[in-house]
Nanobody, 123 residues
Framework: QVQLVESGGGLVQAGGSLRLSCAAS????????MGWFRQVPGKEREFVAA????????RYADSVKGRFTISRDNAKNTVYLQMNSLKPEDTAVYYC????????????????WGQGTQVTVSS
């Protein structure tokens, strides 16, 4: 497994932007598919975005398509989530995750998770 540490969360007004980062340990980062999920209290953790072993293949939830961009820098062992045009309904704890496959949208495909970072969007 790989260890993951998220950063970049915070409080932002609706319409604003944030960039989340997820730093991964280990030398095999480039072999993992990476994803971002989010969770609000009382609800299941939901898929947000995923990227394959390079930046050629990405997937997005319909709710964030056109507003969020996932990318990775394998030289820095880091995956990013650029979030633009934020809405109050984007408020959640955001989790970074690593999958042993190439790219995945299902939560069960991921076996390593970060501790999460809070994103709060005020109206």
């Amino acid at each position: 497994q790989v260890q993951l540490v998220e950063s970049g969360g915070g409080l932002v007004q609706a319409g604003g932007s944030l960039r989340l980062s997820c730093a991964a340990s280990g030398r095999t980062f480039s072999t993992y598919g990476m994803g971002w999920f989010r969770q609000v209290p009382g609800k299941e953790r939901e898929f947000v975005a995923a990227v394959g072993r390079n930046n050629y293949i990405t997937r997005y939830a319909d709710s964030v398509k056109g507003r969020f961009t996932i990318s990775r820098d394998n030289a820095k062992n880091t995956v990013y989530l650029q979030m633009n045009s934020l809405k109050p309904e984007d408020t959640a704890v955001y989790y970074c995750a690593a999958s042993g496959g190439t790219i995945a949208t299902m939560r069960d495909a991921y076996d390593s998770w970060g501790q999460g970072t809070q994103v709060t969007v005020s109206s």
